[in-house]
């Protein structure tokens, strides 16, 4: 049986095993969850290239996909695609999230850099969603798509 370590495993048993009290800082590997709730009520008019402003995020903030979704409340409508970022890389937390007939989805869907090295971000940030070329289709009006977004500070 072989074993796999974390990195961060690694330092922490290094730590123990040369009794150093080096042990990594456990709040730079996680720390305290933050959670921002947010809904947004889209019309008949949503089209290809809108965008949803979501929230602003702390300097610091790392957002963690895998705990952060996007919810429709009803079916849109239309089969809605939604992108999640910030003005330097639009689809940084979330690539073509698909929404149709309600229910929810996790940003970590479509994303696997983001799951595995999540930015720090460098400045308050506005986080937002764009709605992709053929992504709107015929949105029903007032439709509520709800967001969480999950974030620790470090």
């Given at each position: 049986?072989?074993?796999f370590d974390s990195?961060?495993?690694t330092a922490q048993a290094l730590a123990i095993a040369t009794s150093s009290g080096d042990a990594p800082n456990l709040k730079a590997a996680?720390?305290?969850v933050q959670m921002i709730h947010a809904t947004i009520t889209l019309t008949s008019a949503t089209a290809d290239a809108d965008l949803l402003r979501i929230c602003y995020l702390p300097k610091s903030a790392k957002v963690i996909p895998s705990l952060s979704k996007v919810q429709c409340h009803a079916d849109?409508?239309?089969t809605l695609v939604l992108d999640i970022g910030i003005s330097t890389d639009v689809d940084l937390f979330a690539d073509g999230i698909v929404l149709s007939g309600g229910g929810a989805v996790a940003f970590?869907?479509?994303v696997c850099l983001q799951a595995r090295v999540?930015?720090?971000l460098t400045a308050e940030t506005l986080v937002y969603a764009t709605i992709p070329t053929s992504g709107a289709g015929t949105v029903t009006?007032?439709?509520l798509v709800t967001f969480w977004i999950a974030y620790?500070?470090?």
């Open positions: 049986m072989a074993n990195s961060f495993y996680g720390g305290e849109p409508g239309t970590d869907a479509n999540p930015a720090q009006d007032g439709s620790t500070l470090g």
